[in-house]
């Protein structure tokens, strides 16, 4: 399965509202999650079945969609923020999205 | 506390191998399936392989771009899995993070990753 984000790169300033669409090859039901990483660290889980928050996640990390259109929605973002997101489908082994770099405007 | 730890990292010479180690604590590691993904330098995760729990055999399964020159072995007394990498190739670099799997295609615990440069 093939899962492609958009857009690549996104500028945004702290409080806006920004959404990173992820899209699959296949129908992966809800069988998705939704990747935090900064330079030097290992990816952090913020969402997984397409909308459940990670336990310690800020409620400001919305994640929705099924089948093939998903997409995560921060609101109000925070200066920690700033970081890649990867969509990674979990419904047949596993894939990833080529990661959506937040950066600050 | 759960944890999963990689260790073995490092430079190696193109052509030659390189044993990555994956230890646990804090949950069944015997229960688990245990894979292996990898991160070149500004890219995105891959998956590189897997093996499952004894239950299940113990058996592997790679990606194409590693079979035949990697492989997974694990030791549950110890709680360690290892991945072993032969005839390594300069594409072969990148960090390389184990994770953990009770049940499912699900990716439970991940281990905070280990650099690995094949250089020429």
């Known amino acids: 399965t093939q899962m492609s984000q958009s857009p690549s790169t996104l500028s945004a300033s702290v409080g806006d509202r920004v959404t990173i669409t992820c899209r699959a090859s296949?129908?992966?039901?809800?069988?998705l999650a939704w990747f935090q990483q900064k330079p030097g660290k290992a990816p952090r889980r913020l969402i997984s079945?397409?909308?459940s928050l990670e336990s310690g996640v800020p409620s400001r990390f919305v994640g929705s969609g099924s089948g093939t259109e998903f997409t995560l929605t921060i609101t109000n973002v925070q200066p920690e923020d700033f970081a890649t997101y990867y969509c990674h489908q979990y419904n047949y082994y596993w894939t990833f999205g080529q990661g959506t770099r937040v950066e600050i405007k | 506390e759960i944890q999963l730890v990689e260790s073995g990292g490092g430079m190696v010479q193109s052509g030659r191998s390189l044993r990555l180690s994956c230890t646990s604590a804090g949950f069944n590691f015997g229960e688990c399936a245990v894979n292996w993904f990898r991160q070149a330098p500004g890219q995105g995760l891959e998956w590189v392989g897997n093996i499952r729990s004894a239950v299940y055999g113990a058996t592997t399964e790679f990606a194409a771009s590693v079979k035949g020159r990697f492989s997974i072995s694990r030791d549950d007394s110890e709680g360690i899995a290892r991945l072993d990498m032969t005839n390594v190739k300069s594409e072969d670099t990148g960090v390389y993070y184990c994770?953990?799997?009770?049940?499912?295609?699900?990716?439970?615990?991940w281990g905070q990753g280990i650099l690995v440069t094949v250089s020429s």
């Open positions: 079945k397409a909308s």
């Open positions: 296949e129908n992966i039901n809800s069988w």
């Open positions: 994770t953990a799997s009770i049940d499912g295609y699900f990716l439970d615990y």
